[in-house]
């Protein structure tokens, strides 16, 4: 049997914790730990019994929780190389600096040197001065200089001597190959999405019908609804990513897939990553339930609707 539960799914932040067997994985760490946990126990999950965490691509809302996560549980992060990549970079950016902040930042490094010559200066007269014996650091001192306990908060910010990009482990996997995680096997697949892989998609080309052949759930994005979006507050260079062929699919490209081109074997299907600015759940229930008229055990209560501010009752199949 398998536990499937949407703990967030949206713009804000997505996650999904799948359990099958005695393995547990969380699919995307969009919201932060302490979030994670908080919902997870909301669900009767326990955060300690997590074996990896998958990542699907790079998007803030999808890993916005995943170094701190990964850290406090101590478990292996799945990703495709290039996602890894992506995330490296959007976690250590490069910076361009102007000509009067270059001039400014080597004017600050000489004026350190200047001090850290001084400052050896006046460490080897005191040497001297001491002997051998030395003095002990003041008690006060120590506890300045002591390192927080990490356990402590699992939102803590990392310190600067860590590395913001550091996991305990990294495992990679490819688009078209099959792995396990414990009990629990994924068939990764690419989609149209503006990252390396991803549960976004801005249209349904035939090798992802092809894999939605057959699932017992189906989660698919409902993002936004066409009228909405362009008469919403979005920029227009925002509107023309969201509707392009990397971008998201709309209520009615989503209905369209439920009623020509899906095959109807799912128990559930879950209507996920709805805009709250482009979008109501009205509107993506109603247009997805006139696609799936054909199929009437698939309406009332086997039609679900992921959310973005709690989690959605786990389903089992």
């Keep these: 049997m398998v536990r499937f539960t949407v703990l967030a799914s949206g713009s804000k ?40 965490i998958v990542i699907t691509h790079e998007h803030s809302d ?24 992506a995330w490296m970079r959007w976690l250590t950016p490069r910076r361009q600096m102007t ?23 006046c460490d080897a ?17 120590l506890a300045a200089t002591s390192e927080p306990e990490a356990a402590d908060d699992p939102d803590r910010v990392p310190s600067r001597k ?6 305990p482990s990294v495992e990679y996997f490819q688009a078209g190959k099959p792995f396990e995680i414990g009990d629990i096997a994924i068939s990764p697949f690419t989609i149209p999405h503006d990252a390396a892989l991803a549960t976004d998609l801005g249209y349904i ?10 699932v017992d759930l189906l989660l698919l994005e409902s993002n936004h609804d066409l009228e909405m979006l362009r008469d919403g507050p979005y ?24 009623e020509n ?32 008229k054909g199929y009437a055990c698939l309406l009332a209560n086997r039609l679900l609707l992921a959310q973005q501010n709690e989690p959605l009752a786990s389903i089992y199949f």
């Excluded at 969009?30 to 300690?48: D, I, N, Q, T």
Aim: hydrophobic share 40%; glycine share 8%.
């Design 261 to 292: 081109g899906y095959d109807g074997q799912a128990a559930y299907v879950i209507l996920a990553h709805l805009s709250e600015s482009n979008n109501l759940p009205e509107l993506a229930r109603v247009t997805a339930e006139r696609a799936l």
């Design 13 to 52: 932040g997505n996650a999904t914790v799948v359990s099958g067997g005695r393995s547990r994985i969380l699919v995307d760490a969009g919201l932060s730990c302490r979030e994670l946990f908080r919902r997870m126990k909301l669900v009767g999950e326990e955060p300690e019994t997590l074996d990896a």
């Design 99 to 121: 000509y009067a902040q270059w001039m400014e930042q080597c004017r600050k490094q000489a004026a350190e040197r200047q001090a850290e010559t001084e400052t050896a200066e």
């Design 235 to 258: 920029p227009w260079s925002v509107k023309q990513r969201v509707l392009s062929r990397v971008g998201h699919l709309s209520n009615e490209a989503a209905a369209d897939f439920l």
């Design 62 to 85: 999808h890993v916005a929780g995943l170094a701190v996560t990964a850290r406090r549980l101590g478990i292996p992060v799945y990703f495709t190389e290039g996602t890894h990549r």
């Design 125 to 141: 007269v005191c040497e001297q001065e001491e002997g051998e014996e030395g003095l002990e650091p003041a008690a006060e001192e």
């Design 162 to 167: 860590e590395e913001p990009t550091w996991l």
């Design 205 to 214: 080309p035939p090798n992802v019908k092809a894999q939605l052949k057959g």
